[in-house]
């Protein structure tokens, strides 16, 4: 009999063969650098390293968490499967029912499931930039095409007639992320609603909500194409324990809870966040200090003539740098042990974004700042 000859199967040193193409040469993302990396590679100890380039809140976790942590928790069984607990605990947060939410191991994975539920080879996704990359890594690695849309220069406001003009048959979804990462800005519910009407998924990123209090929340009874996402990496200090959710229609949510692997919240995580729900009096007590700090550091920054400053409803701030380049600037600073992340926007010179630390951490940038004036 004849062999079948066409293909000859790879040997074991083939293995990116058997990759999908669109991921063979994919490196993983970098974000901001891990501190102890940039404390080795500045020569800071990491106790001296002024960390505002990722939003965290410099004022960490609930006490209350830091206690139930301590206690002994039954680590050696599986978390509560769906996080089933503190899905009830969300629902009565956001106003809306347990079966709208699913939590994530972080947004960044709740991204991955709501993704991974509408978008796939043969898709696209609109972003809408400068945004949060993660939108752009997470679609493309799914592989689907990402439409890019820019902001109006200056004010990076949404103008919805380009996002409109955007959505062919292949677009499933269009993001906002409001406040927007890294401009700080509010998308207006005019323009999300006027996506919501194409029928296209909307997904808004709310990431920072508990720094300006404004949410699409409520719209989700009307649109069942909206989603929105939320985190306790930022306003909760809880980062490093990895806990996002989601708030959907109960149809949407069905759907992406069925993606989600069972235990993909741990118990510390699941713990923690129930804890900073039941303290968030003390947790928005620290939301408030980093809004006045906010203000005291936008009338700061805005002293300095090489920075054109951005109001902010987040808890960092955008600078366009009009001497120099963002990144000689960032560059400098991290010599003097303060990070920042830099940015290629507004071109050429680029623009940094600056996380609200502690205020003497916001002092130390601006005394930085003010001996390292760039000069053209
Ligand atoms: C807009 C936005 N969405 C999502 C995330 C991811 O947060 P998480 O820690 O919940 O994965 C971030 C983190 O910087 C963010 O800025």
């Not at 507004?346 to 609200?356: E, L, Q």
Request: glycine content about 8%.
């Amino acid at each position: 009999m004849r062999q079948l000859r066409s293909s000859p199967r790879p040997g074991p040193g083939d293995v990116l063969r058997l990759i999908r193409p669109g991921l063979r040469s994919r490196r993983p993302y970098m974000g901001a650098g891990s501190p102890e990396a940039l404390a080795r590679k500045y020569g800071f100890s990491l106790d001296r390293l002024v960390k505002l380039d990722s939003n965290e809140n410099p004022y960490g976790p609930s006490p209350r968490v830091l206690e139930a942590l301590a206690r002994p928790l039954p680590y050696h069984r599986y978390p509560e499967p769906d996080s089933e607990t503190l899905r009830h605990a969300l629902a009565e947060y956001v106003g809306a029912s347990p079966d709208q939410i699913v939590v994530g191991a972080g947004s960044d994975e709740v991204i991955l499931l709501t993704f991974a539920a509408f978008l796939g080879p043969g898709t696209a996704v609109v972003e809408l930039v400068p945004t949060f990359v993660m939108y752009r890594l997470t679609a493309e690695a799914l592989g689907a095409r990402v439409v890019t849309v820019p902001r109006e220069p200056g004010t990076y406001e949404v103008d919805v007639e380009k996002v409109i003009a955007a959505l062919g048959p292949r677009v499933k979804v269009v993001v906002f992320c409001s406040p927007n990462n890294p401009t700080g800005n509010l998308e207006s519910e005019r323009t999300v609603r006027q996506v919501l009407e194409t029928g296209a998924f909307v997904l808004v990123d709310e990431a920072y909500y508990e720094y300006c209090g404004h949410t699409f929340v409520p719209l989700i009874s009307r649109y069942p194409n909206l989603g929105v996402l939320r985190t306790f990496s930022k306003w909760a200090g809880l980062a490093g324990l990895r806990v996002g959710y989601g708030i959907f229609s109960p149809e949407v949510a069905r759907v992406i809870a069925g993606i989600k692997p069972p235990f993909n919240v741990s118990t510390a995580g699941q713990v923690a966040a129930l804890e900073s729900l039941a303290d968030r009096d003390y947790l928005m007590s620290t939301v408030r200090k980093t809004i006045a700090e906010r203000e005291r550091l936008f009338q700061e920054l805005s002293r300095f003539e090489f920075l054109r400053v951005l109001p902010s409803a987040a808890n960092f701030i955008y600078a366009e740098v009009r001497r120099g380049s963002a990144r000689q600037l960032t560059e400098a600073l991290a010599r003097e042990g303060i990070l920042v992340r830099q940015f290629d926007v507004p071109p050429p010179r680029g623009g940094i974004r600056i996380t609200v630390g502690l205020p003497e951490e916001n002092d130390r940038l601006l005394e930085a700042l003010s001996r390292l004036e760039p000069e053209d």
